[in-house]
DNA sequence: AGCAGGCACTTGACAGAGCAACTATTGCCG
DNA sequence: CGGCAATAGTTGCTCTGTCAAGTGCCTGCT
């Protein structure tokens, strides 16, 4: 009696989505063990990136909030821990005092600069690698119409548009 | 002088972790919305969907752990929680008294069945409905084979077993 | 049998993140 | 110019989840 129920929890939309989570999220535990190696959790490690790739190495409060996954006040105390330990500073905007940046410093550029290396070995063995260069182009187109859809927003501006060189 | 570290954040292994984190969580975003409207949180609804399709809509408290990204802490909580709403109950094992089943109530069936068809439309409109067939097809591949080296447990038992029907 | 070690789950303390409310600026419109 | 809505950022409260420690149960070894 209950088949409409059951017909329901075997689409294979749902199987689709797993895959989906279970990809990303397996691939962020992979490489979860390096981060905590270099005392960085991932979000540290996304705003250090932001800011390391943003002209004059800083970005707005604000601007670095919609580039990560944070709310705005999420970042204010992301930036309040890195800023205790030395990796980022505040520096006021001359142009508008309600602003801030958020700057990356030479501490945290170089500890990026130790990250980087490894974090590179993790993606290309448990991700890019895995892939032949073709499949591994098809996956990414898909993954950009996917998320152009779903995300409009990080289509501009971020490393997205240098890409089309 | 720099020219090291710039080169180092502007690999392409970069913008395709970046594209894969920005397909997930945009997409995860679009579904909440839904969730919220229902009073369901996303693992609740992991909870519930892992539970209805296990035999006996019923899962030991570890495995259900296994299933998700939760700590068995975090599956306690979890399970607590959505006790006090109806959605779920805990039943003793009866070979293992260390052990306790998470079992789907009649209350957590009926909410999956309502919030469903609405996240089946929005896994269609934002994911799987973007891409032509053949193209999800490779996708989907790609991602399989990404999972299961970076997840390889998720590969054994789950619902993926039972795919090649 | 009996105990040593391991397992399933829970609990206490704590960290990270979001929302809503608050402050300080800015800039628009009369 | 004066006031008012909108914006940038911060802070208080709360929720969710982790880790480490604790409890009770199981199992393998002697």
Chains 1, 2 share one sequence.
């Not at 689709?16 to 540290?44: I, K, W």
């Not at 801030?100 to 490894?118: D, F």
């Not at 927003?153 to 890409?163: F, K, L, M, P, V």
Request: hydrophobic fraction near 40%; proline fraction near 4%; glycine fraction near 6%.
């Amino acid at each position: 009696m209950n088949t409409d129920r059951e017909d329901l929890l075997d689409d294979p939309r749902l199987t689709a989505v797993g895959l989906l989570a279970e990809a990303y999220t397996g691939l962020m535990n992979r490489l979860a063990a390096q981060f905590d190696e270099h005392r960085l959790s991932q979000v540290e490690f996304e705003v250090l990136m932001r800011l390391a790739r943003s002209p004059g190495k800083r970005l707005r409060m604000t601007d670095l909030a919609g580039q990560t996954t944070l709310s705005t006040s999420g970042v204010t105390r992301v930036v309040d821990r890195m800023e205790r330990s030395g990796l980022v500073c505040r520096e006021a905007c001359p142009s508008d005092r309600r602003s801030s940046y958020a700057v990356i410093t030479e501490a945290g550029s170089q500890r990026i600069a130790e990250v980087l290396p490894g974090h590179l070995e993790l993606l290309q063995k448990w991700y890019v690698g895995m892939l032949p260069t073709d499949q591994l182009t098809q996956l990414l187109d898909s993954l950009r119409t996917i998320r152009d859809a779903v995300n409009p927003c990080a289509a501009a501006g971020s490393a997205e548009t240098a890409q089309p060189a």
